[in-house]
């Protein structure tokens, strides 16, 4: 990839982004949050986890975001972020590739 490829996507990033804003804890992470949180601190939630538990042990989500909390020992909330960003560039690039084929 070329540095102005990768740059193009940056601001393709940013810009969906600041579109689409930043909510990580609506829609659907009622049920996947909780999952992070408790495998970063197995003593939260020590009623009634079984709300959430049904559905997030079905993905590797909570495992991979608490995993990567550890490692960098960022914050949650920041590493949320950075996964979020990730994400959107990763989809972008994946994207780029196919229409550039």
């Not at 495992?63 to 960098?72: E, G, P, Q, Y």
């Amino acid at each position: 990839m070329k540095l102005r490829d990768f740059l193009i996507l940056l601001l393709l990033t940013l810009g969906a982004l600041l579109i689409h804003g930043y909510h990580p804890w609506v829609e659907d992470a009622g049920i996947y949050l909780p999952g992070v949180e408790k495998a970063l601190h197995p003593e939260l939630f020590p009623f009634n986890a079984q709300f959430f538990e049904s559905h997030a042990h079905l993905t590797y989500f909570p495992d991979l975001i608490a995993a990567s909390v550890r490692v960098s020992h960022l914050p949650l909330e920041t590493a949320l972020f950075c996964w979020h960003i990730a994400s959107i560039f990763l989809f972008l690039l994946a994207c780029w590739q196919l229409i550039s084929k």
